[in-house]
T-cell receptor, first 116, second 111 residues
């Protein structure tokens, strides 16, 4: 979905380096999420944010941090990258303004990160 | 905590064959259920969703799913698959605030 963009799309980095993945959305949604996808493991939630002042840990937050700079921007950082953080990372958004408590999520194109 | 189990990791079908992908969930409250599809090299797209009402849900591209509360299941079906349906399919369940995804089923449709 072009309304959710991620940069970079591909990144190769070395063990121990700090790296930031960025997500921007023009959908006007208040909620944003970061997932990682590994073959055979599906998508696992790293962090999520329901508004600018709200940050929550997901299933696998260790080794990651996030920043919600604005309603439209949500960044994921790996402070000291390690090889087992090699994965496909997706950002997603959702809108809480309706009546459904947990509405559908809209995904960005993903960032393929390789840590050597 | 919610969880999702998808029965098959890989499915291979010929074109025009019927498809059924199994999904079972575990959650103690009111659930919202989703099927997402990921075509090769692309991001996840929503196929269909169930929030309430008619347990038979129709989605895009001829897919449908049936919510069976007594079996905690939300199986995905398509009467006749096409080569273009080759993709990975994810079932997801949401409770109050977040989605939990299954591990995915890779579908390969041979022409």
């Amino acid at each position: 979905d072009a309304d959710v963009t991620q940069t970079p799309r591909n990144r190769i980095t070395k063990t121990g380096k700090r790296i930031m993945l960025e997500c921007s959305q023009t959908k006007g949604h208040d909620r944003m999420y970061w997932y990682r996808q590994d073959p055979g493991l599906g998508l696992r939630l790293i962090y999520y944010s329901f508004d600018v002042k709200d940050i929550n840990k997901g299933e696998i937050s260790d080794g990651y941090s996030v920043s919600r700079q604005a309603q439209a921007k949500f960044s994921l950082s790996l402070e000291s990258a390690i090889p087992n953080q090699t994965a496909l990372y997706f950002c997603a958004t959702s809108d809480s303004s309706g009546q459904i408590a947990s509405p559908e999520q809209y995904f960005g194109p993903g960032t393929r990160l390789t840590v050597t | 905590a919610q969880s999702v189990s998808q029965h098959n990791h890989h499915v291979i079908l010929s074109e025009a064959a019927s498809l059924e992908l199994g999904c079972n969930y575990s959650y103690g409250g009111t659930v919202n259920l989703f099927w997402y599809v990921q075509y090769p090299g692309q991001h996840l797209q929503l196929l269909l969703k169930y929030f309430s009402g008619d347990p038979l849900v129709k989605g895009i591209k001829g897919f449908e799913a049936e919510f069976i509360k007594s079996k905690f299941s939300f199986n995905l079906r398509k009467p006749s698959v096409q080569w273009s349906d080759t993709a990975e399919y994810f079932c997801a369940v949401s409770g109050y605030s977040t989605l939990t995804f299954g591990k995915g089923t890779m579908l390969l449709v041979s022409p």
